[in-house]
């Protein structure tokens, strides 16, 4: 069983290589409002996905008695959910702000595609673990 910091580690591999994917697309199939608007969901959804990460990692540390963190990581800790919401938010906002440089519905998929990641890592650690 992978601890907080290796799943982390594996949905970052998981996720760069999907943006990497995205940006060839983007650069080389005339689909380039789509493949954008997946490759900006997708980071605004990872970096959603990050703070998350690093609210657990506060929190944990924290309640077992580690280390001491700066005010900065109690603030991003404290406003995790604004934060994500607010990402949300920007992410689409863009999409509507520049409907011929990002698809909409692209944004959202890309936006959604990391639960999609962390449902597909959680069944594979299922039939691992059968």
Do not use: N
Request: glycine share 8%.
């Amino acid at each position: 069983m992978l601890t907080l910091d290796g799943k982390m580690k594996r949905y970052t591999i998981v996720v760069s290589l999907l943006l990497l994917l995205f940006l060839v697309g983007y650069f080389l199939t005339v689909h380039k409002p789509q493949f954008l608007g997946l490759l900006v969901g997708l980071a605004f959804s990872y970096l959603s996905l990050w703070t998350t990460f690093r609210k657990a990692r506060v929190i944990g540390d924290v309640a077992a008695g580690l280390t001491k963190y700066s005010t900065f990581s109690y603030i991003i800790a404290s406003f995790g959910v604004l934060i994500r919401i607010g990402l949300a938010i920007l992410c689409v906002w863009l999409a509507l702000v520049y409907p011929d440089v990002l698809d909409i519905i692209s944004v959202i998929t890309g936006f959604s595609l990391i639960y999609i990641i962390i449902m597909a890592d959680m069944l594979i650690e299922f039939g691992r673990k059968r």
